[in-house]
T-cell receptor, first 114, second 109 residues
């Protein structure tokens, strides 16, 4: 399967600052990547679908101006949380779509906003 | 609406067998996944069923009945490292993954 990395693994920031999370597909050219958010003891919530070279498709209720997604190459997608607030503290996970249905997940990034 | 139900938590004994059930109601069906997620880590793929029946992979097996909207994950010869959350997810007609809330499995010695 595809190997996916995320950077950073964890980040702590002050309220009002912006944080960028990188998702890299190390051995697979990923046309489609997904960004998820997971709050404690809850399941994954899809935030957006990122397609290389085009604008991301955001799920209902996810602010596209707050969560900026850039998928400029087949191996890199970035999620920028702009003007982060404590309620944005969560576990952010990206995944790569390999084939028609299977997704391979990155290790996740834990964001804590103070 | 779309809905996936699975038990919140289960407890089992090391060396035993446990079955984790998942029922779903989705707009269309293009397969059902089971993922394992250890605390603080991302999910890892366990199985994918798109046809009815049982698929066995080592100590883990997954069963699907599309007519009943039902699947289960069977774990045999439980080991302490199997303590994790197990997530059921269905691929709907738009090829979007609909996730269950996960079942936390606690293994006791």
């Amino acid at each position: 399967g595809a190997v996916v990395s995320q950077h950073p693994s964890w980040v702590i920031c002050k309220s009002g600052t912006s944080v960028k999370i990188e998702c890299r597909s190390l051995d697979f050219q990923a046309t489609t990547m997904f960004w998820y958010r997971q709050f404690p003891k809850q399941s994954l919530m899809l935030m957006a679908t990122s397609n290389e070279g085009s604008k991301a498709t955001y799920e209902q209720g996810v602010e596209k101006d707050k969560f900026l997604i850039n998928h400029a190459s087949l191996t890199l997608s970035t999620l920028t949380v702009t003007s982060a607030h404590p309620e944005d503290s969560s576990f952010y996970i990206c995944s790569v779509l390999a084939g028609d249905v299977e997704q391979f997940f990155g290790p996740g990034t834990r964001l804590t906003v103070l | 609406g779309q809905n996936i139900d699975q038990p919140t938590e289960m407890t089992a004994t090391e060396g035993a067998i446990v079955q984790i059930n998942c029922t779903y109601q989705t707009s269309g069906f293009n397969g059902l996944f089971w993922y394992q997620q250890h605390a603080g880590e991302a999910p890892t793929f366990l199985s994918y069923n798109v046809l009815d029946g049982l698929e066995e992979k080592g100590r883990f097996s997954s069963f699907l009945s599309r007519s009943k909207g039902y699947s289960y994950l069977l774990l045999k010869e439980l080991q302490m490292k199997d303590s994790a959350s197990y997530l059921c997810a269905v691929l709907d007609s738009n090829y979007q993954l609909i996730w269950g809330a996960g079942t936390k499995l606690i293994i006791k010695p």
